[in-house]
């Protein structure tokens, strides 16, 4: 039997979510709660391997187990096998062709960013903070030069194992609550640090130091070292994941921080 799961997570005390060596992942930590409900070792499959550092509000996971157990036993039982920081939000029995990453239509990222002079102190580790006055329209004329498909090889991590650098972005929202940004990025998928680089680079435009034809610019010129430094992965959210309606999986939406993240 295939089980597809839900997840939130606060990924600041883990080294991102794909298994390492050295252990403290998101992926063993799931893995390990799960294998003691199947009562044998299990291994979890993610719809996105989010970075060290990296949150996520709605994460879609699924594994294979071949006992039979209540469906509450994959959420609240797992949930008292997990340690602090990961929750469980819901299960659902899948086909077999199902796939939590490979079947995936869309991946949204979102981040949040502190725009104030003075860095954040409860929400530390929550959100990015630039401390220069940034603005809103440079930015989000600059995203616009990367909707489409493209070589995103200027936003790409020298250490990407992807098989190709090509990727798909369908939606850029950019919007200012107060004194934060908030980034909605959508795209079919993602390159190692992609989000994030890109979200630098659109911090240098909204500070002024390009103009925002410059995004195009970079884009074209596929070269990572034109680009800005990787931004914080603080602020980052794995947000949403989209499959097929014939799936009929739960909502993929967060809960609960709809008031602070946005939409």
């Given at each position: 039997?295939?089980?597809?799961?839900?997840?939130?997570?606060?990924?600041?005390g883990?080294?991102?979510?794909?298994?390492?060596?050295?252990?403290?992942?998101?992926?063993?930590?799931?893995?390990?709660?799960?294998?003691?409900?199947?009562?044998?070792k299990?291994?979890?499959?993610?719809?996105?391997?989010?970075?060290?550092?990296?949150?996520?509000?709605?994460?879609?996971?699924?594994?294979?187990?071949?006992v039979q157990?209540?469906?509450q036993?994959?959420?609240?039982?797992v949930?008292?096998?997990?340690?602090?920081?990961?929750?469980?939000?819901?299960?659902?029995?899948?086909?077999?062709?199902?796939?939590?990453?490979?079947?995936?239509?869309?991946?949204?990222?979102r981040?949040?960013?502190?725009?104030?002079?003075?860095?954040?102190?409860?929400?530390?580790?929550?959100?990015?903070?630039?401390?220069?006055?940034?603005?809103?329209?440079?930015m989000?004329?600059?995203?616009r030069?990367?909707?489409?498909?493209?070589d995103?090889?200027?936003?790409r991590?020298?250490?990407?194992?992807?098989?190709?650098?090509f990727?798909?972005?369908?939606?850029?929202?950019?919007?200012r609550?107060?004194?934060?940004?908030?980034?909605?990025?959508?795209?079919?998928?993602?390159?190692?640090?992609?989000?994030?680089?890109?979200?630098?680079?659109?911090v240098f435009?909204?500070?002024?130091?390009?103009?925002?034809?410059?995004?195009?610019?970079?884009?074209?010129?596929?070269?990572?070292?034109?680009?800005?430094?990787t931004?914080?992965?603080?602020?980052?959210?794995?947000a949403?994941?989209g499959?097929?309606?014939?799936?009929?999986?739960?909502?993929?939406?967060?809960r609960?921080?709809t008031?602070?993240?946005?939409?």
């Amino acid at each position: 039997m295939r089980i597809a799961i839900g997840l939130e997570y606060d990924g600041s005390g883990f080294h991102g979510w794909q298994s390492q060596p050295f252990g403290r992942t998101l992926q063993d930590a799931v893995e390990s709660a799960v294998s003691f409900i199947a009562g044998g070792k299990t291994e979890v499959s993610a719809a996105g391997r989010t970075d060290r550092g990296v949150h996520a509000l709605s994460q879609v996971a699924h594994f294979d187990v071949d006992v039979q157990r209540p469906l509450q036993a994959w959420v609240r039982g797992v949930n008292s096998n997990l340690p602090d920081g990961i929750a469980v939000l819901w299960a659902k029995p899948v086909e077999e062709s199902f796939h939590a990453r490979f079947s995936a239509l869309f991946r949204r990222y979102r981040y949040v960013l502190l725009n104030h002079p003075v860095r954040p102190g409860l929400l530390s580790g929550k959100v990015g903070w630039c401390h220069q006055k940034l603005d809103l329209g440079n930015m989000r004329e600059g995203a616009r030069y990367l909707i489409g498909e493209h070589d995103f090889s200027a936003f790409r991590a020298a250490e990407c194992q992807a098989n190709s650098p090509f990727r798909k972005m369908t939606e850029i929202v950019i919007e200012r609550r107060g004194s934060y940004f908030v980034f909605d990025i959508t795209a079919n998928a993602f390159l190692h640090h992609m989000v994030r680089n890109i979200v630098g680079s659109l911090v240098f435009v909204g500070m002024g130091k390009f103009p925002p034809e410059w995004m195009g610019e970079l884009l074209a010129s596929r070269n990572r070292t034109l680009a800005a430094p990787t931004f914080s992965p603080c602020g980052l959210y794995f947000a949403e994941v989209g499959y097929d309606a014939r799936w009929e999986l739960p909502c993929t939406q967060d809960r609960g921080m709809t008031d602070f993240l946005g939409r």
